[in-house]
């Protein structure tokens, strides 16, 4: 089975529709590690899409945020401000289909999605210690994270945890084909607000027969982005900050 492995779409329709072109006819199956809305200014537009299109979703925090299902307190002033607008501006249906993402882990065929880490949904992985002091809760040898925006990911092998480093910027994809005896917990990036200094958006097609992923990087229209952004006056750095992939 072919899966295309989305996270942290963050309402940015622009590169989410750059994604799909770009996947266009390479998979069977889509699923998505969370975060639909937040920061950006198409939430209803994506969340559309995933209701119609996504086999297997989790929920991220800015989805539970925007449901009322998070308290906003723990947000800085510009996540929090997007929150609100994005709960302002959701249709009934798209606000009702966010409270009822389940919470991660959930096991997809032979492999788990989670939106942070395994023991808390909200908790950032970004280095190996991080990873280290989880790992033994993963259910699955192949696991799907997202929550950091950033492209890669680690193995976890005997001699310790070893960062899977993000496709580098002159390359559009890099292949991983899986090992026995290793466990991995893979980030696809994130297709609408990428912080691995890459603004490009960040996906991975991942084929569970032949026990392989790819991880892909595809250029979007960034300025149509942004132009939503400022039409809707949505805090300018939101804008800004698409463009350096930060």
């Given at each position: 089975?072919?899966?295309?492995?989305?996270?942290?779409i963050h309402a940015n329709w622009h590169a989410l529709h750059a994604v799909l072109e770009d996947a266009s006819g390479a998979y069977?199956?889509?699923?998505?590690?969370?975060?639909?809305?937040?920061?950006c200014a198409d939430p209803n537009r994506v969340v559309d899409w995933v209701r119609e299109n996504v086999h297997s979703?989790?929920?991220?925090?800015?989805?539970?945020?925007?449901?009322?299902?998070?308290?906003?307190?723990?947000?800085?002033?510009?996540?929090?401000?997007?929150?609100?607008?994005?709960?302002?501006?959701?249709?009934?249906?798209?606000?009702?289909?966010?409270?009822?993402?389940?919470?991660?882990?959930?096991?997809v065929n032979g492999y788990s999605?989670?939106?942070g880490s395994p023991a808390d949904e909200?908790?950032?992985?970004?280095?190996?210690?991080e990873v280290a002091e989880v790992g033994q809760l993963l259910e699955t040898n192949i696991s799907f994270f997202g929550h950091t925006h950033i492209q890669g990911?680690?193995?976890?092998?005997?001699?310790g945890i070893?960062?899977?480093p993000k496709t580098p910027p002159h390359h559009t994809s890099q292949t991983l084909e899986f090992e026995n005896d290793v466990r991995y917990l893979i980030n696809p990036g994130s297709v609408g607000q990428p912080r691995d200094g890459d603004p490009r958006a960040a996906y991975i097609l991942y084929d569970s027969s032949e026990r392989m992923l790819t991880y892909r990087r595809v250029p979007y229209d960034v300025e149509g982005a942004k132009s939503r952004i400022r039409h809707e006056k949505l805090p300018d750095v939101l804008a800004n900050r698409l463009s350096a992939g930060t």
């Open positions: 089975m072919r899966y295309l492995i989305l996270s942290d069977d199956h889509a699923v998505c590690c969370g975060d639909l809305v937040g920061y979703i989790v929920r991220g925090n800015h989805d539970k945020a925007c449901a009322g299902l998070d308290d906003l307190e723990w947000f800085n002033p510009i996540a929090r401000l997007s929150s609100e607008w994005t709960a302002q501006n959701l249709t009934p249906a798209n606000l009702s289909y966010l409270r009822d993402i389940p919470k991660g882990p959930l096991s999605i989670l939106h909200d908790e950032y992985l970004i280095a190996a210690h990911g680690f193995l976890l092998v005997r001699q070893l960062r899977i």
